[in-house]
């Protein structure tokens, strides 16, 4: 797997953020012993396309994801999932509105069944 780095991607360029994602894709593929020519076929693109990709003169979000998917990969999208954060005063109050007992038989007209005891 690749090492972690501290890349400072916003000090990055366009042009080097889009070759850092080729070179990325790239590693997988390697890693994963898949040729240009098997990896376009699973992803449902062209080699050509394939090859400007990883070299960093083409980036498209759709191709992104259809390579991400035909490598398995589709889990480095989740830094992009939107996560509701409450504020503290509404977690208090969603507290406070948690049932804190049971309820016990309601009274609708109807009189409580008596006990054989």
């Given at each position: 797997m690749m090492e972690k780095t501290n890349i400072n991607w916003a000090a990055m360029s366009g042009t080097a953020i889009v070759e850092a994602i080729g070179a990325f894709i790239k590693?997988?593929?390697?890693?994963?012993?898949?040729?240009?020519?098997?990896?376009?076929?699973?992803?449902?693109?062209?080699?050509?396309?394939?090859?400007?990709?990883?070299?960093?003169?083409?980036?498209?979000?759709?191709?992104?994801?259809q390579l991400l998917r035909a490598l398995n990969l589709l889990y480095v999208l989740q830094n992009f999932e939107v996560q509701r954060q409450l504020s503290p005063i509404q977690l208090a109050s969603l507290e406070q509105a948690k049932r804190k007992r049971a309820s016990g038989i309601k009274k609708e007209g109807k009189s409580r069944p008596k006990s054989d005891w």
């Open positions: 590693h997988h593929r390697l890693e994963q012993n898949k040729t240009q020519g098997q990896l376009a076929i699973d992803a449902g693109i062209n080699r050509s396309t394939l090859i400007e990709f990883e070299q960093g003169m083409r980036c498209n979000f759709i191709t992104l994801i």
